[in-house]
């Protein structure tokens, strides 16, 4: 079975500034994809950006980046430039394609101070 | 498009009674699923279906119905609510199984007192 733990219930970040969060996931596949879940109070979950694990080379959206260590099974995600509008909760997530499904983290509440 | 969509968006439940939550969508999408999220938790999944007429259980399936007449629609049925099925449902589509991007509706909040 595929685990996926997120170590930080909460964490906070001044406006501007660069904040990374914590992933790790556990794992016996060697061909799957991973992804970073954004759900603000709305709850609409929104995907922030995914990563497929044969490529090495670690995903970037904007302000949005990974760092995706495939030996460790670590993939956490760095916010540059934190604004207001990030405060939510981040889900890391993990899928392969014989599995059909997606599994969660626990989430990380991240708060924004302005 | 709609993208996806749930109704209702709040549902008070009694023990014991049944209901319906509905998840359509209209990007043609074959795989679809339903999820739960607890409070403080991330979200697990109920049922999925990799296209009409094909179903199969998720990691907390019990107490839960699903049946896929069509490609837009993916129902969830309660059929003795309990109050551990407290909890908020999102139902999810992507292209195909193997597609890993998956849009999810804006969720349906059930109480079951």
């Known amino acids: 079975a595929q685990t996926v733990t997120q170590s930080q219930p909460e964490m906070s970040v001044q406006e501007a500034e660069t904040v990374t969060l914590s992933c790790t996931y556990d794992t016996s596949e060697s061909d799957y994809y991973l992804f970073w879940y954004k759900q603000p109070p709305s709850r609409q979950m929104i995907l922030v950006i995914r990563q497929e694990a044969y490529k090495q080379q670690n995903a970037t959206e904007n302000r949005f980046s990974v760092n995706f260590q495939k030996a460790a099974k670590s993939f956490s995600l760095k916010i540059s430039d934190s604004q207001l509008g990030d405060a939510a909760m981040y889900f890391c997530?993990?899928?392969?394609?014989?599995?059909?499904?997606?599994?969660f983290g626990g989430g990380t509440r991240l708060m924004v101070k302005p | 498009n709609a993208g996806v969509t749930q109704t209702p968006k709040f549902q008070v439940l009694k023990t014991g009674q049944s209901m319906t939550l509905q998840c359509a969508q209209d990007?043609?999408?074959?795989?679809m699923s339903w999820y739960r999220q607890d409070p403080g938790m991330g979200l697990r999944l109920i049922h999925y279906?990799?296209?009409?007429?094909?179903?199969d259980q998720g990691e907390v399936p019990n107490g839960y119905n699903v049946s896929r007449s069509t490609t837009e629609d993916f129902p969830l049925r309660l059929l003795s609510a309990a109050p551990s099925q407290t909890s908020v449902y999102f139902c999810a589509s992507s292209r195909d199984g193997t597609d890993n991007e998956q849009f999810f509706g804006p969720g349906t909040r059930l109480t079951v007192l």
């Open positions: 279906s990799v296209g009409a007429g094909i179903t």
């Open positions: 997530a993990f899928f392969y394609n014989a599995g059909n499904m997606l599994t």
């Open positions: 990007m043609n999408h074959e795989y």
